[in-house]
């Protein structure tokens, strides 16, 4: 009885979480991460078996880079408690969690180019002797270590010189070489195939499956039918909290699909009934004409209507980013022109296009859209002042701040201030920040570049709402997008990229005729 | 009732205020208010002298007229991120500039100077903007350039002129108790002011200096607001090498050449950033006032002048690095 009551005040680790089936080698419990106002993580635990290559999938900001940073140390837990091989564990970062055996592959190829092979594998760890580096034995080691690992790529080369291939191989077995001091390291590997070719996949699956005895493995991928061609089990992300737990050999693509959405992609979400008919549109305000960037890009042509949204989608280097960029100035045409509300104009920089009156809302918009440490107010009349004049040269700082508010509260932007940091809201509240600075300026045609990128479903939602109010008043829309879902629901009409240009006319996307997901891939590839 | 409503808009901004700020903002905000503060009940101590208006007019605020003026000059660059270093050399080249054209056109010279230290700033704008040459390689040549010309000019001597109107300019009193210098400078200072905070010219330079894509995005002729605050600071540094000169009746090629570390130092104890984006004039003002107290408490107090120099490095650096924006620490090298 006693101990018993022992028991419930201080439980083991093996009384709590998930029922483990053996030794975990690393099991995350109740982890719980928030950013300011966005949960990245609820409560979500996990559990990595030795010799398990275990899948990790989700949409875009379903929590698994958050994750894996707290796998690696890069951030601390809100909540929760890591345990390695049954021992709880804080990692003050990643070298610290390399110490313990956790490391992780990264999605951007994270050698020096400059360096030999040898030299990245040690890199920070070199081996010296009185200051001086011991090549000859690094060198040796090096190629009997990624030897040993059955991984064949010479050491003594210079980094510039590997195929892709190579650099991959070399990043895990830098992962390996990290975590050598542990016995059975867990190895992380962030979207490892992105950019492979075919071949050098299949050598990453053969090397995966290889060193199974060795190592645990997570798998994130974006691919879901790699994830199911290489793990023995699958966890689904989804909005920060796990959803759902599958045996491979059970799992299906429709199914894991269907639990990282989480639901039916319903017209309700995309507003649908609220687009507007091809009948109600107006009159074309938005020509492109053999519209071209050197060879790469165009010749593209279409026009936009009154109200209108325009979908484009195309397949990772298609090139609809660049023609996004095309249509913003930022690129310059090199061919065409475009006319906005009947004035043609020969786009050379942002400067001509925000001119005509085109406003470009870029995929990134910590990098290229907000000024992250300044206001609220600030970020929304960026484009405003720069056609406003008080009484020169002083800006009219009264119509400045009647305006923003104006703007802050008709797009319902939760902010303490008009002078609060853009930095300190949530990603949705900044999207609609940078969609707020356009309509300031009153601008007719915006161009969106993955406009609810990173945010989550709520804000999500509210985004999809407003571009339907902005239809409504008449403003028209060109949609860039990498989510089909997305694009389906809010075009009225979908243009497919295919190697820089249009691959076919523009497909109907009114309400009662939306073309589906697999029609549009059809065409994509 | 409404008492209630503003204890809870004051709660409100304070708990917003917890929340955003870190403690490093603080430093930077109160940083050199206090350090002023600190410094002054110091040397008030210290010495009977320091505390009386002869002395903080006189000594403080004309002694730190010119570095208040290059430090302004200074700011927009370092504000859009970039960095004017060819300011003391500028301020020099103005100084041999007056005494020349003075003699040859009387009043017909300051505008002349001024166009000059324009043209010269234009000169460093164009080719940061335009050939995208970092700033501190074009201005740091330019200073070279600039002193070699002032070399030249002046044979490496000091050279006079003599003209009463125009000393007075610098040393004669508009408002009686202030001394033009200080009068010059306050009021360049309230001007300076008002261009950051009150013009698109201002904003954008504030804009720049946190992320340039993104205001290039927005349609704003971003080269065109990279070259300004060039010429803004040659016209400055044209004024403060007139006023030298004025002031002293004579001009030599290395007058101002101290001035460039204390400048860059009070902009950054003032509260800009060598990262740009925050910060501003206002605020630089702070920083050039802690250094004047410092220097002019350090010689009523009879410290010996080498030790000064050493104890001058010393809290400049420490001040700066408590003030570096580390959330852009990438960024600094």
Redesign the interface.
């Known amino acids: 009885m006693v101990e018993h009551s022992m028991d419930i005040e201080q439980p083991t680790a093996a009384d709590v979480g998930p029922p483990s089936t053996g030794e975990a080698s690393l099991r995350v419990e109740n982890i719980s991460k928030s950013f300011r106002h966005v949960d990245a993580l609820v409560d979500v635990s996990i559990e990595l078996e030795p010799g398990e290559v275990v899948g990790l999938v989700g949409e875009n900001g379903a929590g698994k880079s958050t994750l894996l940073s707290i796998l690696t140390g890069v951030l601390d837990p809100d909540n929760g408690q890591l345990y390695r091989d049954n021992q709880p564990v804080e990692f003050a970062g990643p070298q610290e969690a390399a110490s313990y055996g956790v490391s992780l592959v990264h999605q951007e190829q994270d050698v020096i180019t400059h360096f030999r092979g040898y030299e990245n594998l040690f890199l920070g760890r070199e081996r010296e002797s009185m200051g001086l580096l011991k090549m000859d034995e690094m060198s040796t080691d090096a190629q009997s270590f990624v030897d040993d690992l059955g991984i064949d790529i010479d050491v003594d080369k210079f980094v510039k010189d590997y195929s892709f291939n190579e650099r991959q191989m070399l990043e895990i077995a830098k992962a390996f070489h990290v975590s050598s001091k542990s016995d059975n390291p867990v190895i992380l590997l962030d979207e490892p195939t992105a950019g492979l070719e075919e071949d050098g996949r299949e050598l990453l699956f053969d090397l995966i499956d290889d060193l199974r005895d060795e190592a645990t493995f997570v798998f994130v991928s974006h691919e879901l039918d790699e994830v199911l061609e290489i793990t023995d089990r699958i966890y689904v992300l989804k909005d920060g909290e796990l959803v759902d737990e599958y045996e491979t050999d059970e799992a299906t693509q429709d199914a894991l699909q269907q639990s990282m959405v989480g639901r039916e992609t319903s017209a309700e979400y995309y507003c649908v009934p609220d687009q507007r008919r091809e009948s109600n549109l107006g009159d074309p305000v938005f020509e492109v004409n053999d519209i071209q960037h050197e060879d790469e890009i165009g010749p593209v042509s279409f026009s936009v209507r009154r109200g209108e949204v325009f979908g484009v989608v195309g397949v990772e280097g298609s090139g609809k980013e660049r023609l996004g960029r095309i249509l913003?100035g930022?690129t310059p045409a090199t061919d065409g022109s475009l006319s906005v509300l009947g004035e043609e104009v020969q786009p050379e920089?942002?400067?001509d296009?925000?001119?005509a009156g085109v406003?470009?809302i870029?995929k990134d918009r910590k990098?290229?859209?907000?000024?992250?440490?300044?206001s609220v107010l600030?970020n929304t009349s960026?484009?405003m002042?720069?056609d406003?004049?008080g009484r020169l040269?002083?800006?009219d700082?009264n119509a400045e701040s009647s305006i923003t508010e104006e703007t802050i509260e008709d797009l319902n932007i939760k902010t303490?201030?008009a002078n609060?940091?853009v930095?300190?809201l949530s990603g949705g509240n900044q999207q609609k920040v940078v969609i707020a600075?356009w309509l300031a300026h009153e601008t007719p045609v915006l161009v969106m570049d993955n406009v609810s990128r990173g945010i989550d479903v709520g804000a999500k939602e509210e985004v999809y709402r407003l571009c339907r109010e902005l239809t409504a008043e008449g403003i028209s829309i060109v949609l860039i997008g990498d989510e089909l879902p997305e694009v389906i629901g809010l075009s009225n009409r979908i243009a497919v990229m295919q190697d820089g240009s249009f691959a076919d006319e523009p497909i109907d996307a009114s309400p009662d005729a939306k073309p589906t997901e697999e029609e549009l891939i059809q065409l994509m590839v | 009732m409404s008492t209630n409503n503003t204890t809870d808009t004051v709660r409100?901004w304070w708990h917003?205020q917890r929340?955003?700020r870190t403690r490093q903002d603080w430093i930077i905000d109160l940083g050199p208010f206090v350090m002023l503060f600190g410094l002054m009940t110091l040397f008030s101590i210290l010495s009977q002298n320091f505390l009386t208006y002869g002395n903080l007019i006189n000594n403080v605020a004309v002694n730190s007229a010119l570095l208040l003026l290059v430090a302004l000059a200074g700011t927009f660059p370092i504000l859009q991120q970039s960095i004017d270093l060819s300011v003391a050399a500028l301020v020099n080249l103005s100084g041999v500039l007056t005494v020349i054209l003075v003699a040859q056109f009387g009043f017909l010279a300051i505008p002349m100077v001024l166009l000059a230290g324009m043209l010269a700033g234009f000169a460093n704008g164009y080719v940061f903007a335009k050939l995208k040459v970092p700033s501190f390689l074009v201005t740091l040549g330019t200073m070279s350039v600039m002193t070699g010309v002032a070399l030249i000019i002046t044979g490496g001597s000091s050279i006079n002129f003599r003209n009463d109107a125009i000393r007075g300019i610098a040393t004669g009193e508009y408002l009686p108790g202030i001394p033009n210098l200080v009068f010059w400078s306050v009021l360049i200072y309230l001007g300076t002011v008002?261009l950051a905070l009150?013009?698109?010219?201002g904003?954008y330079c504030?804009?720049l200096g946190?992320?340039e894509?993104?205001?290039?995005?927005?349609?704003?002729?971003v080269d065109r607001y990279k070259i300004y605050p060039f010429v803004l600071s040659g016209l400055l540094c044209a004024i403060g090498g007139f006023l030298l000169a004025a002031r002293l009746s004579s001009a030599s090629p290395d007058a101002g050449t101290d001035l460039l570390l204390p400048s860059i130092a009070a902009i950054v104890m003032g509260g800009t950033a060598l990262t740009g984006?925050?910060g501003g004039p206002h605020r630089t003002i702070l920083g050039v006032l802690v250094i004047a107290v410092l220097q002019n408490g350090m010689n009523l107090t009879a410290v010996d002048p080498f030790v000064q120099e050493i104890i001058l490095g010393v809290v400049v650096v420490v001040a700066v690095a408590l003030s570096i924006d580390r959330?852009k620490i990438d960024v600094v090298k």
Do not use: C, I
Request: proline share 6%; glycine share 8%; charged share 25%.
């Open positions: 913003a930022d920089s942002p400067v296009m925000v001119d406003g470009y870029p990098s290229e859209g907000l000024l992250l440490y300044q600030k960026l484009a002042v720069r406003m004049y040269p002083f800006l700082t303490p201030s609060s940091l930095h300190g600075r | 409100n917003e929340e955003q008002f009150r013009t698109k010219f904003r504030y804009a946190e992320n894509r993104v205001v290039e995005l927005s349609g704003a002729k984006g925050v959330r």
